[in-house]
């Protein structure tokens, strides 16, 4: 069964924005409102890379890469984090994931991040 729902995603111009969502269908509220969760991305032909998390109370961190441009946020009513991207780069291209801190559930497909220079 599915643990997680990315979307999102798309093709979009240098310095444009993208919110991505994720919801994770399965976990129930007492497990998810104190978890730490984890946006990831992967660019062709490179490892995973660990982009943004945040806590249960909201303590955000984020990559060097992407401080100052993106937001990580969650709504715990609707068990779902979110990816605000903006001033995007055609670095940022990738197949961007969620999943918790120790990265425990099974990856879902991904939401596709194209951005054309």
């Known amino acids: 069964q599915v643990h997680l729902v990315e979307s999102g995603g798309g093709l979009v111009q240098a310095g444009g924005s993208l919110r991505l969502s994720c919801r994770f269908t399965?976990?129930?509220?007492?497990?998810?409102?104190?978890?730490?969760l984890g946006w990831y991305r992967q660019a062709p032909g490179k490892q995973r890379e660990l982009v943004a998390t945040?806590?249960?109370?909201?303590?955000?961190t984020y990559a060097e890469s992407v401080k100052g441009r993106f937001t990580i946020s969650r709504d715990n009513a609707r068990k779902t984090i979110y990816l605000q991207m903006n001033n995007l780069k055609p670095e940022d291209s990738a197949v961007y994931y969620c999943?918790?801190?120790?990265?425990?559930?099974?990856w879902g497909q991904g939401t596709q991040v194209i951005v054309s220079s």
């Open positions: 999943n918790g801190q120790s990265q425990e559930l099974p």
């Open positions: 399965r976990l129930i509220t007492s497990t998810f409102n104190p978890a730490t």
């Open positions: 945040i806590t249960g109370d909201c303590t955000t």
